[in-house]
């Protein structure tokens, strides 16, 4: 009785149960939190630089650079105007592969429109300067159209693909998601470019008249969190209405059926559209989440840092609920998951795996911190 009472109090403490190895033995891992740094406001997204640094954007117009040793720098110089407010402001941010060499940055943001009625979500590229106090040699590769006046649905993740493209979700900007299902613009889609900012030739809607050809895929709803499989395919996850988030791995040129059909419903209840869950042609989620845990970032653990129990697992951030969800895959399918990180209830907006096999989280907070998860 006083060991079921035991295990019962660590389980609610975020103690993750492994395995059981017949009755009476049990293994446990544990992954602790610990701070790396603090005094971030509404952190969006983290990259690694070499020497144990990072670089973290925040959600008002800010990008810093935080050392090995957990200290932040002041804000970066170099940004462009940023559309903040809302769930806008700036990003995502990633570092280039070859960043060593070209100290190259990726990062996407609201972009506002000239004459400040519309905004759209953007991507450029930037150079760190040697210092680390500004970016130099910004450019604009990519911008999303049409522009809205709108303060939702910027998506906004990027991915470097094994082939040095980029992909960057994008989000439906909340009142057009009709135009989710139309290929003549860039709103509920999947994009992909080169780096600078050109169009791949083997994209799926190349030539293609009346269709956009950075388009990858399309009828996705929010877009926000994306990574690599270890397989080198693309994952992502994106935001239901109420009800109905998903994870996806699209490919080149499908449809994945918002708002034609979903497992979600409008928020305050009833159907959307015809309220269906599935139509031909129109792909099904690789998994979903009723009621909505709003997914955030998310990274695949290639790692051997936390166990064999971890490695290959999915991990993705939940903003709604507060915690770091453990997705077991089997045959590409979701068949566990696990919560973490329970007792702050903080809102996790982004999770990557460390160039030293550790996972690291964001969480998005007016005093937002990072925090690198260790194993026991």
Not at 121 to 129: I, P
Not at 130 to 149: C, M, Y
Not at 165 to 178: M, N, Y
Request: with cysteine; aromatic share 8%.
């Amino acid at each position: 009785m006083n060991f079921r009472i035991n295990l019962t109090a660590r389980l609610a403490r975020g103690t993750v149960f492994v395995a059981a190895l017949g009755f009476g033995a049990l293994v446990f891992a544990q992954a602790r939190p610990e701070t790396v740094a603090t005094g971030l406001e509404n952190p969006w997204g983290v990259t690694f630089l070499p020497g144990g640094r990072y670089v973290v954007t925040e959600r008002p117009g800010r990008m810093r650079l935080i050392g090995a040793d957990g200290k932040v720098g002041a804000p970066l110089a170099g940004l462009p105007t940023i559309a903040a407010g809302g769930q806008g402001g700036l990003l995502d941010v990633l570092a280039d592969s070859g960043f060593e060499k070209n100290r190259t940055l990726y990062f996407c943001f609201s972009e506002p429109e000239a004459s400040g009625s519309g905004n759209s979500t953007a991507l450029a590229s930037t150079q760190l300067s040697a210092d680390g106090a500004r970016l130099e040699n910004l450019k604009i590769i990519f911008s999303q159209k049409p522009k809205v006046a709108s303060r939702s649905h910027f998506g906004c993740r990027i991915v470097e693909a094994r082939d040095g493209t980029l992909f960057l979700t994008l989000g439906d900007r909340f009142s057009r998601k009709e135009d989710a299902q139309k290929l003549d613009n860039h709103h509920g889609k999947v994009v992909r470019i080169n780096k600078d900012g050109s169009v791949p030739k083997d994209n799926p809607f190349v030539g293609k008249a009346g269709a956009l050809p950075e388009i990858w895929s399309y009828g996705h709803r929010n877009g926000q969190g994306a990574t690599l499989a270890p397989d080198g395919r693309f994952w992502m996850n994106e935001h239901g209405p109420q009800g109905g988030d998903e994870i996806n791995v699209p490919q080149a040129g499908r449809n994945y059926g918002w708002p034609v059909i979903t497992y979600g419903e409008n928020y305050g209840g009833g159907k959307i559209g015809d309220g269906i869950t599935a139509r031909e042609g129109m792909e099904q989620p690789l998994h979903y989440w009723v009621p909505s845990i709003a997914p955030s970032g998310m990274a695949f653990l290639t790692s051997d840092r936390y166990g064999a129990a971890w490695k290959g697992n999915l991990f993705v951030g939940s903003l709604k609920f507060g915690y770091l969800d453990r997705i077991e895959l089997k045959d590409g399918k979701v068949v566990a998951e696990h919560k973490l990180l329970t007792d702050s209830r903080a809102r996790i907006r982004d999770v990557k795996q460390g160039p030293d096999g550790l996972l690291y989280v964001l969480t998005d907070e007016s005093d937002g911190k990072l925090l690198r998860l260790r194993p026991n």
